[in-house]
């Protein structure tokens, strides 16, 4: 599946379109009123007029008079000579604009209707009509984008309203579920422990009988079964230790970088130059895209111009990000199971779900049926308890909680997954458990909301980093403690959210 | 794939701890000790020396002379040297000294071509005679002299051989060599029975075959406090003394170009440049100057007072002095003397020798925008219009290596670069420039045509067994052209054409990195001694002069790629004496701490003192982030580069001005925009400079030779002989400590307060500017208008800053040229002279009206002129020819609305291009 990001259901920045066809009703400004918007110009009426901020007054025959008065570039708004100043651009046909005055006559044609190049060096063409027009037409194929995107945006709410309901009835169900079962496997546990009594008793009969050798060797089988059954936990246990485990360093790493004695030629060239890349080895080296490592944190707006120029620039690049279907794994929980099992697993629910919404009650009752009706056979016998008997009881235990450890899993990861915040209608709710791929050269950039992002060049990957939240009042992605930048911090990276 | 993934993330760790605690590898390179010829030489004891001078004669106007050993019985080992001493015009003594070529022997050393410049022949004096003199302190030893200039003459004693140089009129000594006698010259020999030349060095072993070669000698500076030059080295310009009394283990000065991986900001040791040229100053405000024109690795001790107490050589005079120690691996004594007097006279001296700088484009001289990497054109696209959207000038945009496909220079990656010429057209429609990166190492790659051309003619350097030289740089596996040989520079040249190199376009300048030259798996990250050059030149006898050479060559390329009517740019990081002709030089890779925002200035002022005038430090450090304070302090203190460049690391954060909030960006504009009004003066002193050498960023003490307290003084400089700046060195300063020259006032740049000189000011710091005066008595050319670049403020009108001194007086220069072509070389540029007094401002033309047979002509008018130090009182001025009146008004100091207020004639509309006068009614 090959999905479109579309990002567009994001708060609608409201735009109020003026077609820029306003030209003011007053004749021709006189020469001294070059630069001046026509809803100013009659603050510059009288003979004395005051800078703008306070300052300073000045003459009108200082007004445009190329040398700057005011600090604050008021007497100067049709000349370069205030570096504060501001030229106004009529622009007829398109919209108006504002200037910079260090653009005033330096040669260049910034206004469409040319009118920033009045000394006559350069002759600018007025393009405002074409420009206008095109202007017109992008606007027209915005608003329609932007229609598209709140649509899109309301079904994705809808969509999210209904896989919220459904998540929440399978948590509640879940949850009986678990009860019922604990109660469950409670009994089984209980009929554990008397057989275990029982067979104890029964053994200690048999010492009397036999050798004391013979006894050792039938006691130690039944008891390792015990040990068995309670295995798994431990197992899980041990697992956990041993992922863990991965992260302290491999020193003779360590000891390579240290020593560049004893090399080949190809590989010391190769080890010198990555000092200045920071790469191990090899002769490509790794550009390290700037929303990588960006840290500007809590710095206001104007500062973020640094991630939204990366951002602009996938933009501009007509990236787009790729959701794949594969469910994400969740590298953070190390469960035992392996990333497949998983997926199939989780799939499987998803898969399953509908229908056990529908029809888990009675699936229950069955449950506690069958576990009573076993548990009410095994009771009646009175006799001492068959093999057979023991082991069936011991199967129907390990069946049970399998199936509660497998409920409780899914709860404590439905649990998990309601702590977030999925904006304010909810509306990235059905972003949990997809990713999204985006290709930029070598680089495939693979962003999972809620969990982590991850940068694949070839075979290798580099973590940029771990869900942190949403930001920019949700049109923004943050993932922060990615891998470390060599010489420098913790990767971390931005996405920002853009309607097309 | 997880596990690797984990073990890619704990590389990164490991290389950030290394980092923080020892980055510089110092064992990777050779110290001393390492360095047989260095050892040998440093163990050597004054007056081991027994060579005198023998058969004195003029011959060819020279003084000549054989020195042999004085015992007989040592002659028959060591063969003699043939000396011989010139004089050539403004006070230079040439001393040469070499194997004698008639006595055949077995190879001839190496003699650095294409330095020394060819005017400097015509310069040369015929000696007629020479008179013998039997000098007093001298007991039977006889001393031959001759004339050196008017006030100055060289003296050749016969026994112990020494040379020096002593004014007339008082016999005193100004330089000499060989006064403690340790003069040695290893001969080339055959090898003897079963001894082994080689040298090894961390796996490398230098085969030597000629071995044994070095030279060493002491040179003495009479009335000398300190000295100075002999870069590149990251610490004080002041050189410290390496051995002797309270100097603790030191390693000397090494000349030996390399690339050093996170340079530390305080060592004697070599870096990416080497200039053999040394000046003293001292109290007497007299300034002298040494230069050994040799390429070999060198090592240099400043030896501290009293090194020398207890070798009972008894010096002859008892002149304050400053003794230091020379030694070389391989060459011949090539040694000039400059007498002097004063510390722009040295200067001159030195570039009569080996060059003025060459006079850059205006573009070049503005602020260039680079990092490694832009990587795209729409990176390129976004970051300059970034530059517009916050009215925040700059001339030049770089890439780095990144740019071309796969390091094979002169290309581009055809995915990230589709269109070079479009998107350096647009850049040119904005007025602005690009530059691209061109290193030496070839791409060792038969589908690159460069190393398939390179390879079919012989042109690159060859291995010690005669192979083509096969390193690894950027690329790869590479190979280095042999650039000593004049036409490997002129095939070089040749590929800087429109036609050769695909996608250039005629604002397209370039930048020679990595021409030390470095080699990653080299010894010492460079090439190895035994390297082979034309004629068999080994890479030890030329080492420092191949990114010389290397830098001359794309020059001379983009001189010929505009048909000889557009000045080049280049930038290069290796140089060595003479590379001031070919373009401009930074100090490399520094990093991004306040330590190296310091020592950029000792280091900048070295260069300039030893003829790059045009150079700098990568503002905000090229290795990681530098916090935003320092960002800004850097970007403060950068304006005053003569090359500003902000530069970084691909490793580190992007750092563009806008990058850091509204504040910091306003200060960094600001900081810009600073260096933009002084476009002219700063296009001023690069000319100067051109004709004096004089460089554009100066100590303190070769404006104020004889103010003692400015002499180790390098917090501060002076730009021009009008400007004193010091930069803001730590974290949250809130004071300075400013020491201000002289018994004259100077006038604060932003609020026009004057202060008095001759003393220490404790002054407050904001974060708006580092301190920066105006010194009273000068006139200041600005352009206070903002553009996108400086090619659009080619029109603007000037503003002039007169600071006036004690009496109510000041002068001040303007030169303006096309800023682009050659014709000012022919006379096409206007040259005017300011000089305020009794109340009047003259412009006077200096450009000399015949020289030429082009003419420059500029509509520019002054729209303002301020007056610090002047009284408020008068209304108008009165200006000439016109019979104009203009109004005198009190005006800001600078525009914007921030700082100081002064007098300020309003719109006196008078043309830079005219004579005129402007009197204050």
Known sequence: MKLTLSFTFLSLAIFSFIIPSHVSSSSLPSVSFVGIPPQDEDYFKDEVIKCKNGSKKFTKTQLNDDFCDCPDGTDEPGTSACPQGKFYCRNAGHSSSLLFSSRVNDGICDCCDGSDEYDGKVKCPNTCWEAGKAAREKLKKKIEMYHEGVALRKQEIEQAKQAIARDKAELLGLKNEKEVLEKVVKQLEEQIQKLKQRELLEKEDKIKEASNEKIENEKSGPEENVDGQIEPLK??????????????????????????????????????????????????????????????GNRDKEESAYESSYDEHIDNNALQFNEKTQKHQEKGRKDARDAEDEESVAEDREKSSDIATLSHQSWLVKIQETAQNFLQSVNLFSAPVANLDANQVRKEYDNYTAKLSDIELRISSLTEKFKYDFGREKEFYLFYDRCFESKQDKYVYKVCPFKDAIQEEGSSETRLGNWEKFGNSYRMMMFSNGDGCWNGPDRSLKVTFICG | MKMKHLKVSLIFLIFLASQTVHSWKKDEFRNCNQTPFCKRARSRKPGACTLIAHDVSISDGDLTAKLIPRAPHDQDQIKPLTLSLSAYQDGIM?????????????????????????????????????????????????????????????????????????????????????????????????????????????????????GPQSISFDVSFYGSDFVYGIPEHATSFALKPTRGPGVEESEPYRLFNLDVFEYVHDSPFGIYGSIPFMVSHGKSGKSSGFFWLNAAEMQIDVLANGWDAEDGILMPTKQGRIDTFWMSEAGIVDTFFFVGLGPKDVVKQYMSVTGLPAMPQLFATAYHQCRWNYRDEEDVENVDSKFDEHDIPYDVLWLD??????????????????????????????????????????????????????????????????????????????????????????????????????????????????????????????????????????????????????????????????????????????????????????????????????????????????????????????????????????????????????????????????????????????????????????????????????????????????????????????????????????????????????????????????????????LEVSEESIPAFQRAGTIVPRKDRFRRSSTQM???????????????????????????????????????????????????NMASSSLGRSRFSSDCIVERIILLGYTPGPKSALVEPGNRKAEIELGPLRLGGRGGAAVTIRKPGVRVAEDWTIKIL
């Open chain 1, 235 to 296: 197992i899980s246990d041990v697992e956990k230790m041993g992922l863990s485990g991965e992260s302290p360093s491999d020193q003779s790493e360590k000891d390579e970088n240290e020593s560049t004695e004893g090399l080949s030629r190809e590989e010391l060239g190769r080890l010198i130059a990555s000092r200045w890349t920071g790469k191990k080895t090899g002769d490509q080296v790794e550009e390290i895209d700037p929303a990588k490592s960006d840290h500007m």
């Open chain 2, 401 to 762: 290596i990144d740019h071309t496909d796969g390091r094979r220079y002169f290309t581009w990656d055809k995915l990230l670069f589709p269109h070079p010429d479009e998107m350096q057209r647009k850049l040119a429609a904005k007025g602005r420039h690009m530059v691209t990166i061109v290193d030496p190492h070839i791409k060792r790659d038969n589908s690159f045509h460069l190393h398939k051309d390179a390879t079919r003619r012989g042109y690159y350097v060859k291995d010690a067994t005669g192979k083509d030289y096969d390193g690894w740089c950027w690329p790869g596996s590479s190979s280095y052209p042999d650039m000593l040989n004049p036409e490997i520079r002129s095939w070089w040249g040749e590929k800087f054409s429109y036609e050769n190199y695909i996608g250039s376009t005629p604002s397209l300048y370039i930048w020679n990195d990595m021409n030390e030259p470095s080699v990653f798996n080299g010894p010492e990250v460079t090439m190895p001694r035994d390297a082979l050059h034309l004629g068999g030149v080994e890479h030890r006898e030329l080492h420092n002069a191949y990114g010389y050479y290397f830098h001359m060559a794309t020059a001379d390329g983009l001189v010929k790629r505009g048909d000889g009517e557009d000045r080049p740019f280049v930038l290069s990081r290796a140089f060595f004496a003479g590379s001031q002709r070919h373009g401009a030089v930074w100090t490399g890779d520094n990093s991004a701490d306040w330590d190296h925002l310091r020592v950029s200035v000792p280091m900048i002022l070295t260069l300039g003192l030893t003829g790059m005038s045009f150079s700098g430090a990568d503002v905000g450090g090229y290795f990681g982030n530098p916090e935003p304070e320092l960002l800004v302090r850097w970007y403060q203190l950068g304006a005053y580069y003569p090359f500003f460049r902000g530069h970084a690391h691909q490793d580190t954060r992007r750092r563009e001005p806008w990058l850091f909030g509204e504040r910091n960006r306003e200060l960094m504009r600001d900081a810009i925009r600073v260096r933009y009004t002084l476009l002219p003066y700063f296009y001023t002193l690069f000319r100067e400079a051109n004709v004096s050498g004089v460089p554009v960023l100066r100590p303190l003490w070769m404006e104020f030779p004889f103010d003692e307290a400015a002499f180790s003084n390098d917090e501060a400089f002076m730009l021009g002989n009008s400007l004193l700046v010091q930069g803001v060195y730590s974290e949250r300063a809130k004071h300075a400590f400013v020491y201000l020259p002289a018994k004259e006032s100077w006038y604060d740049l932003r609020t026009g307060t004057a202060y008095t000189g001759g003393e220490i000011h404790k």
């Open chain 2, 94 to 210: 040439r001393l040469k000294i070499d194997e004698d070529p008639s006595l055949d022997p077995s190879k001839k050393r190496f003699q650095v071509p294409d330095v020394v410049i060819p005017e400097f022949e015509t310069k040369k004096l015929w000696l007629q005679s020479a008179s013998t003199e039997k000098i007093n302190g001298d007991d039977g030893s006889l001393s031959s002299v001759v004339y050196l200039s008017d006030g100055y003459e060289a003296v050749l004693r016969h026994d112990p051989f020494e040379v020096y140089v002593r004014d007339k009129a008082g016999k005193r000594r100004v330089i000499s060599l060989n006064s403690h006698g340790l003069f040695d010259f290893e001969q080339l020999r055959v090898k003897k029975g079963d001894e082994d030349w080689e040298e090894r060095f961390r796996g490398h072993t230098d085969t030597r075959p000629y």
């Open chain 2, 794 to 844: 080619v029109l603007d009108p000037y503003t002039l800053v007169i600071a006036l001194n004690n009496s109510q007086a000041a002068e001040g220069e303007l030169y303006i040229d096309d800023g682009k072509s050659f014709d000012f070389m022919h006379g096409a540029y206007i040259h005017r002279r300011f000089v305020f007094s009794n109340g009047q401002l003259t412009s006077l």
